[in-house]
């Protein structure tokens, strides 16, 4: 199997011999089913055909804005390409969770922004043809500025848990 450039969650790119350039986009959850475990797509709201050979990319989370991927596990997966998979599914629902509790907390943050504005300038949320109310650029800019200040501890951290384990794991080198 011929080496190949693997994107890491938060931008990263390292090179791994058993990504190869045709596993961008597939599924095993048939294979998954047949030997009796969990098909990954369970929840996703899509399910490649049973004859699929590579992996699926599915539509972007309502939660997370992620687009979730199924991944194709062979027939005869060696043990190195499986804990390659694994690696690369947990990456997956580690980003996940994080994007998803990211995105809620920036909705709530930027409701709760909003209110406490308007109600300083005497506004409701709806005005008298109920019209979502709103502010303007630049007041929202001060929100989108507060609010990535206050998150920078928590996007470095994150950089840090999804790139660094690549820079430091040894490349196995098998072909």
């Known amino acids: 199997m011929a080496a190949a450039w693997v994107l890491r969650a938060g931008g990263c790119y390292r090179r791994h011999p058993l990504a190869s350039a045709s596993s ?12 009796g475990e969990r098909p990954d797509s369970v929840g996703l709201g899509f399910r490649p055909p049973p004859h699929s050979h590579s992996d ?8 997370s804005n992620l687009r979730p991927v199924i991944f194709y596990v062979p027939p005869e997966e060696s043990a190195l390409e499986r804990r390659l998979r694994e690696a690369r599914q947990e990456a997956q629902a580690s980003n996940q969770r994080f994007w998803a509790r990211h995105n809620r907390a920036f909705r709530q ?8 504005r308007l109600k300083a300038k005497g506004l409701e949320m ?4 109920g019209q979502k109310a709103t502010l303007s650029a630049e007041e929202m800019a001060d929100f989108y500025k507060d609010f990535l200040s206050k998150n920078l501890k928590k996007h470095l951290q994150y950089n840090r848990e999804m790139c660094l384990p690549w820079t430091r794991a ?5 072909w």
């Open 24 to 35: 961008s986009a597939s599924s095993g959850s048939g294979r998954a089913a047949e030997r």
């Open 126 to 129: 709806r005005d008298e043809s």
């Open 170 to 174: 040894p490349l196995i080198h098998n």
């Open 109 to 116: 943050e930027k409701e709760e922004f909003i209110y406490s």
């Open 56 to 63: 699926w990319i599915g539509p972007p989370d309502k939660h």
